[in-house]
């Protein structure tokens, strides 16, 4: 069999939740099994329209069950090319990384999970008795520039592999990705989970003044009368609004380094001359600190 991004993905279903197999050869009447077991719908349908790619034959798809066909020939090419189905001996094919991913993407589809408890934990894991099977995923995802965290349940005898950080799941998203929607739309709410400490200023000027003015709107402070400020974890964002301030309305600001309780740096742009506040003001910014004679 030619190996394609159909066939990566129908390995790796049967990896997962599917099954390979014939009745024990003392039973008088023989029978060959091929199926794949799920419950999600999009995941059955795909696994339905890869196979028959492969093999020129649809499975019965039974809605929120299974796919399954009783195929001896189907079932001596599988296990001629790949050996074993089961889920302590499966292997990964040696794949190129153009198919890798369409064998991780079906295999996570199934196996894995994604976590978002917002702002503290947010990951994509996945289970697996099979060490080596795992050990194979574990270097194919290395492959492909995702770095993970592995893990042995001792007491379950279960191997575990976790993605974590932004730039991971990221690239993960963007290589591998989803098709089950329920984890495609988890993996979605965990990367907006992530605040952007960098803010992209629009190289268009008037597009740049409107930002400007929004995010002055959105996150400046009165401390005291005649004393406004903009706090940032990173001191360029900041840098970049004291620039515009000056070039686009003439108000001189300073942009100093602090440190929080435990010592944590963080950014602050002080605006603290009568003057300048006033162009604040005028700029509607700012509520009118100066009280009417």
């Known amino acids: 069999m030619e190996m394609d991004?159909?066939?990566?993905?129908?390995?790796?279903?049967?990896?997962?939740?599917?099954?390979v197999i014939k009745n024990?050869?003392?039973?008088?009447?023989?029978?060959?099994?091929?199926?794949?077991?799920?419950?999600?719908?999009?995941?059955?349908?795909?696994f339905q329209d890869r196979f028959n790619k492969v093999f020129g034959i649809k499975p019965h798809l039974i809605e929120g069950q299974r796919c399954r066909i009783g195929s001896k020939e189907i079932y001596e090419k599988l296990t001629k090319e790949f050996g074993s189905f089961y889920s302590w001996?499966?292997?990964?094919?040696?794949?190129?990384?153009?198919?890798?991913?369409?064998?991780?993407?079906a295999y996570f589809d199934c196996e894995g999970w994604v976590i978002c408890k917002t702002h503290q934990n947010r990951h994509i894991g996945v289970d697996c008795v099979n060490k080596e099977g795992l050990n194979q995923v574990e270097k194919t995802l290395n492959m492909l520039?995702?770095?993970?965290?592995?893990?042995?349940?001792?007491?379950?005898?279960?191997?575990?592999?976790?993605?974590?950080?932004?730039?991971?799941?990221?690239?993960?998203?963007?290589?591998?990705?989803?098709?089950?929607?329920?984890?495609?739309?988890?993996?979605?709410?965990?990367?907006?989970?992530?605040?952007?400490?960098?803010?992209?200023f629009p190289k268009n000027e008037e597009e740049c003044k409107k930002f400007v003015i929004n995010k002055l709107r959105e996150k400046i402070r009165i401390k005291k009368p005649y004393f406004a400020r903009m706090?940032?974890?990173?001191?360029?964002?900041?840098?970049?609004?004291?620039?515009?301030?000056?070039?686009?309305?003439?108000?001189?600001?300073?942009?100093?380094?602090?440190?929080n309780g435990i010592g944590t740096p963080y950014y602050?742009?002080?605006?603290?001359?009568?003057?300048?506040?006033?162009?604040?003001?005028?700029?509607?910014?700012?509520p009118n600190l100066f009280k009417e004679n």
């Open 231 to 259: 706090i940032s974890k990173e001191e360029s964002n900041l840098k970049k609004i004291r620039e515009l301030l000056k070039s686009f309305y003439g108000i001189e600001c300073s942009v100093n380094r602090c440190l």
């Open 89 to 105: 001996h499966w292997k990964m094919p040696n794949l190129d990384t153009k198919l890798a991913k369409f064998w991780l993407r």
């Open 145 to 200: 520039g995702i770095k993970i965290v592995r893990r042995y349940n001792i007491d379950r005898n279960i191997h575990r592999i976790y993605i974590y950080g932004k730039e991971n799941l990221e690239r993960f998203s963007k290589i591998v990705g989803f098709l089950h929607p329920d984890k495609s739309n988890k993996l979605k709410q965990v990367l907006n989970d992530y605040v952007v400490y960098k803010w992209n």
């Open 24 to 46: 024990p050869d003392t039973q008088k009447h023989k029978y060959y099994s091929i199926g794949f077991r799920n419950t999600n719908l999009v995941l059955l349908k795909d």
């Open 268 to 286: 602050e742009l002080y605006v603290y001359r009568k003057e300048e506040i006033k162009k604040l003001i005028n700029l509607k910014l700012i």
């Open 5 to 19: 991004d159909n066939l990566a993905a129908v390995h790796a279903y049967l990896c997962a939740d599917g099954y």
